[in-house]
Nanobody, 119 residues
């Protein structure tokens, strides 16, 4: 199994920055993609950014040019640098990892971290 622990959420004014961290443990060598999703109150969970084991990145249109996903393979940690934050970025942010088990592939999720952007 893979376990994920997020940190770095908080409150910031519009235009500010935050960096989220997601530390993975367990079968980290079996992870082939890691990403961030978010869920605003009353809305569905949506993809924010992903990074694959080969390094390719993917972003939601709403965050392109403002957010950057990266990773530290030594520390088994993935980061989400969020710049030029907007009130509409307010949500609970979840880290997820897609990994291969013995017979199947799985998705692990972190507990979520709140990001609040005030105008």
């Amino acid at each position: 199994q893979v376990q994920l622990v997020e940190s770095g959420g908080g409150s910031v004014q519009a235009g500010g920055s935050l960096r989220l961290s997601c530390a993975a443990s367990g079968l980290v060598s079996n992870i082939n993609a890691t990403g961030w999703y978010r869920q605003a109150q009353g809305k569905q969970r949506e993809l924010v950014a992903t990074i694959r084991s080969g390094g390719s990145r993917n972003y939601a249109d709403s965050v392109k040019g403002r957010f950057a996903i990266s990773r530290d393979n030594v520390k088994n940690t993935v980061f989400l640098q969020m710049n030029s934050l907007k009130p509409e970025d307010t949500a609970v942010y979840y880290c997820t990892a897609h990994y291969k088990g013995t017979y199947y592939e799985y998705d692990a999720w972190g507990q979520g971290t709140q990001v609040t952007v005030s105008s």
